[in-house]
């Protein structure tokens, strides 16, 4: 068996696509989710093996990266290989390839932790599963994530998205998948720019948006279903064309902290589709939404 599978075959539907008109970041998510299905049940330990040992795989970290971008109607296929094996747990890594041009348009590095489903809680990979993932595992040649500095308190941080989570985002594990914790991610991100100014009218006139390029995302606590909750976001920083913001995901009713996203991205000229300096009046209307970074 080949270390890399062809784990997902698609396109870009019309509705799919965001106001910088092109594949939203949370639709990526829909396509590793099967992705990640696939590449663990060829491996022997997706639904077959959970049904028979209750034993599953819950995504605890993402590195994205977003190099090229993805619009309407464009076919892809996404490539899938387990990159590294521990006691408990395993890393995936995707790559996501337009299928007409071959260019590699986005890598996912996936860290799962095998978890007892019953239990909730982390076991070593049972002793008959171990040597055949060893034995699979492939090099990875994914970008090297850069650790940058984080927010240390709540200042700058507004409340951005609040609602429950549905009985229909319950995944194989038994809780809520991580794709819909990006959808409330994309929405927080819609909430934060109209606190900016840059809402859906001032991107039509202006021909203005923003492009994600990177994702760093971390799972902290599992939802059930009914679960309430509030995303709370702010900008981390803004460079020339580079905009830095955190996103923060918390269980209304317990106060914990959920998820956190690190997504970085740039101001997109709509019509050249190319990263374009950050607008003076943006810059001066970010201020009160801006994150403090320990000095």
């Known amino acids: 068996m080949s270390a ?10 019309a509705w799919e696509c965001d106001t910088t008109e092109h594949f939203t970041v949370a ?22 093996s959970m049904r028979e040992r209750r034993r599953g795989n819950a995504t605890v970290d993402c590195f994205v990266t977003y190099s090229k971008e993805l619009r309407a109607g464009d076919p892809f296929h996404i490539e899938s290989a387990i990159i590294g094996v521990e006691e408990k747990g395993i890393r995936a890594g995707h790559k996501l390839i337009n299928s007409a041009t071959g260019d590699l348009c986005t890598t996912l590095e996936q860290y799962m932790v095998h978890i007892d489903m019953d239990a909730r809680r982390a076991v070593a990979i049972a002793d008959d599963k171990r040597p055949a993932l060893q034995a699979a595992v492939a090099a990875w040649d994914g970008p090297k994530r850069e650790e940058r500095p984080q927010p240390e308190s709540d200042v700058g941080f507004i409340l951005t998205h609040r609602d429950t989570t549905k009985p229909w985002e319950i995944d194989i594990v038994g809780h809520i998948g991580f794709q819909f914790y990006v959808h409330r991610f994309s929405s927080a991100g819609a909430q934060l720019f109209a606190a900016m100014g840059i809402d859906a009218d001032y991107q039509r006139v202006n021909r203005l948006g923003f492009s994600t390029f990177e994702f760093q995302l971390r799972f902290r606590k599992e939802l059930d279903a009914g679960a309430i909750v509030d995303v709370k976001s702010a900008l981390v920083h803004i460079g020339g064309s580079s905009i830095r913001i955190q996103h923060r995901l918390y269980n209304a009713a317990t106060g914990e902290l959920s998820a956190v996203l690190d997504q970085l991205g740039v101001m997109l000229d709509l019509d050249a589709r190319r990263p374009t300096r950050v607008p003076d009046d943006i810059r001066e209307r970010a201020k009160p939404v801006m994150a403090v970074l320990p000095q």
């Open 4 to 13: 890399w599978i062809d784990s997902y075959r698609g396109s870009v539907k």
């Open 27 to 48: 639709y990526y998510f829909d396509r590793f989710a099967d992705a990640t299905l696939r590449l663990m049940e060829e491996h022997d330990i997706g639904l077959t």
